[in-house]
Nanobody
Framework: QLQLVESGGGLVQPGGSLRLSCAAS????????IGWVRQAPGKEREKVSC????????KYVDSVKGRFTVSRDNAKNTVYLQMNTLRPEDTAIYYC??????????????????WGQGTQVTVSS
């Protein structure tokens, strides 16, 4: 069974850091484009970051550029989202999602086939 499992969320003060993990089981992430999508209460889902499988393929929404870093460890079948200098407006449920295929610009992926259950990130003092 294909499954994505996120972990690493929690409560952090503004300016703090968290690292989210997205572990895949039942399939190999090597040939998938991975996205991180968040949804805050009362707001629509927002694509935060994505990564294909080539150097320099990581993309970010403007609001997290310079603060978030997405990476993948194919040997561990896991993708990470390092989040630094967190702000209250980053509070949301964060989901990882997988698209079968490697694309030159992952921002063009609008529909992901597989989704994790989400992990809550709360930034508050």
């Amino acid at each position: 069974q294909l499954q994505l499992v996120e972990s690493g969320g929690g409560l952090v003060q503004p300016g703090g850091s968290l690292r989210l993990s997205c572990a895949a089981s039942g399939f190999t992430l090597d040939y998938y484009t991975i996205g991180w999508v968040r949804q805050a209460p009362g707001k629509e889902r927002e694509k935060v970051s994505c990564i294909s499988n080539t150097a320099g393929s990581a993309k970010y929404v403007d609001s997290v550029k310079g603060r978030f870093t997405v990476s993948r460890d194919n040997a561990k079948n896991t993708v990470y989202l390092q989040m630094n200098t967190l702000r209250p407006e980053d509070t949301a449920i964060y989901y990882c999602a997988a698209f079968p295929g490697l694309v030159s610009d992952c921002r063009g992926v609008n529909e992901y086939d597989y989704w994790g259950q989400g992990t809550q990130v709360t930034v508050s003092s």
